[in-house]
């Protein structure tokens, strides 16, 4: 079975341009989460779904970010404009309901310039 | 608030010691689920374990084994024999059933297996 997929693995763009990272969950997973990875604040929640729909998206860090999920098998995370610090590996992960044990994507490593 | 600590930050050892990982949670509330994430060099996060705070039986699976007790909030984790490929960062989770339930995640420990 196929894991969790996320595009692009590696993402180089520069400051005050848009970047999309999309994610396609584990079929028949109804729960899918963002987090972000960073040497400072190492692992954080940004925003997770369940049923496509977003319930705690405390974790983003401002309005230049933002998230959505148009159906069961795809979910996009937005950053616009893109900023130095927003540099980090952004990954994706789902489960079975929002109880259950969290799989994770490969990552999508960001560097903005 | 759910909190995870890892107190160790980065191990070295030399192929086929024993080596263990501690890791220890705080949570108010009494149902509770702790994960260890293993992720390697290449960066992907892998799922090794996840235990409810109901079931203190410790569990071996090949050369990795936890030990989880209540009375100490720890969740420990020894890798037995290591081998070169065992090198990766770790992390220990918590989840609580209450509050927003949130995956929390310690800072890791970066563990390197040298030959």
């Known amino acids: 079975d196929a894991g969790v997929i996320q595009s692009p693995r590696h993402e180089v763009t520069e400051m005050g341009q848009e970047v999309t990272l999309r994610c396609k969950p584990i079929?028949?997973?109804?729960?899918l989460f963002w987090y972000r990875q960073t040497m400072m604040r190492g692992l954080e929640l940004l925003i997770y779904?369940?049923?496509?729909?977003?319930?705690?998206d405390s974790g983003m860090p401002e309005d230049r970010f933002s998230a959505k999920m148009p159906n069961a098998s795809f979910s996009t995370l937005k950053i616009q404009p893109s900023e130095p610090r927003d540099s980090a590996v952004y990954f994706c992960?789902?489960?079975?309901?929002?109880?259950?044990?969290?799989?994770f994507g490969p990552g999508t490593r960001l560097l903005v310039l | 608030a759910q909190k995870v600590t890892q107190a160790q930050t980065e191990i070295s050892v030399v192929e086929k010691e024993d080596v263990t990982l501690d890791c220890v949670y705080e949570?108010?509330?009494?149902?509770?689920?702790l994960f260890w994430y293993k992720q390697p060099p290449s960066g992907e996060l892998v799922f090794l374990i996840r235990?409810?705070?109901?079931?203190?039986q410790n569990e071996i699976s090949g050369r990795y084994s936890w030990n989880f007790q209540k009375s100490t909030s720890s969740f420990n984790f020894t890798i037995t024999a290591s081998q070169v490929v065992d090198s990766a960062v770790y992390f220990c989770?918590?989840?609580?059933?209450?509050?927003?339930?949130?995956?929390?995640f310690g800072k890791g420990m970066k563990l390197t297996v040298n030959p």
């Open positions: 949570t108010r509330d009494t149902t509770y689920y």
């Open positions: 235990r409810n705070s109901f079931d203190e």
């Open positions: 079929s028949g997973h109804n729960s």
């Open positions: 989770a918590l989840r609580a059933q209450g509050g927003s339930e949130k995956l929390v």
């Open positions: 779904f369940n049923n496509n729909v977003p319930i705690d």
């Open positions: 992960a789902s489960s079975l309901t929002r109880r259950e044990t969290q799989y």
